[in-house]
T-cell receptor, first 110, second 116 residues
Framework: QKEVEQDPGPLSVPEGAIVSLNCTYSNSAFQYFMWYRQYSRKGPELLMY????GNKEDGRFTAQVDKSSKYISLFIRDSQPSDSATYLCATEEGFQKLVFGTGTRLLVSP | GAVVSQHPSWVICKSGTSVKIECRSL??????MFWYRQFPKQSLMLMAT?????????EQGVEKDKFLINHASLTLSTLTVTSAHPEDSSFYICSASLAGETYEQYFGPGTRLTVT
């Protein structure tokens, strides 16, 4: 079983839609959860991070962690074509060691 | 702030040769740098962690003699792929973290290596 599971997609939505991206993880000891955005042939860019359970909002983005079900989500409101990218969830396995999901490719059509 | 660069952005080399990739933190001092490898449609896999002035710590299954990592200064780490083979063709990405930060890593733009 992979430590972090993520549906690879692609997920296609029309502009303006609400997007829900999800990951599950296996180790209940994980505390930090991150979402990265990666454009094609570029390095990942940190979007948001959360600690333990709860929600965190930043503009159009909301990150949600449910530790009881080991489920993490990223919601994007009013999606834009510029949001088209691969979104990677990640968690911190040990000191500074990040474990990534495979990424979900999002396509937002105008 | 917190910009990481990589050079080259892409490289093609012949099988059996070695290639060096540089990773630089441009506007901060990185006590720790990380090297990842990403195959098409797969996730980033951590290869090794390096601290300035120390030997790198390699992940299980990564050959330390094949992937030589040097972190000689707080702003520069290098990855040398020695005796490269076609199966080493991949996207190599480095990241750097600020002192004391555990979860926040700043990633470089990546280097695409093709071994022919």
């Amino acid at each position: 079983q992979k430590e972090v599971e993520q549906d690879p997609g692609p997920l296609s939505v029309p502009e303006g839609a609400i997007v829900s991206l999800n990951c599950t993880y296996s180790n209940s000891a994980f505390q930090y959860f991150m979402w990265y955005r990666q454009y094609s042939r570029k390095g990942p860019e940190l979007l948001m991070y959360t600690y333990s359970s709860g929600n965190k909002e930043d503009g159009r983005f909301t990150a949600q962690v449910d530790k009881s079900s080991k489920y993490i989500s990223l919601f994007i409101r009013d999606s834009q074509p510029s949001d088209s990218a691969t979104y990677l969830c990640a968690t911190e396995e040990g000191f500074q060691k990040l474990v990534f999901g495979t990424g979900t490719r999002l396509l937002v059509s105008p | 702030g917190a910009v990481v660069s990589q050079h080259p952005s892409w490289v093609i080399c012949k099988s059996g040769t070695s290639v060096k990739i540089e990773c630089r933190s441009l506007d901060f001092q990185a006590t720790t740098m990380f090297w990842y490898r990403q195959f098409p449609k797969q996730s980033l896999m951590l290869m090794a962690t390096s601290n300035e002035g120390s030997k790198a710590t390699y992940e299980q299954g990564v050959e330390k003699d094949k992937f030589l990592i040097n972190h000689a200064s707080l702003t520069l780490s290098t990855l040398t792929v020695t005796s490269a083979h076609p199966e080493d063709s991949s996207f190599y990405i480095c990241s750097a973290s600020l002192a004391g930060e555990t979860y926040e890593q700043y990633f470089g733009p990546g280097t695409r290596l093709t071994v022919t």
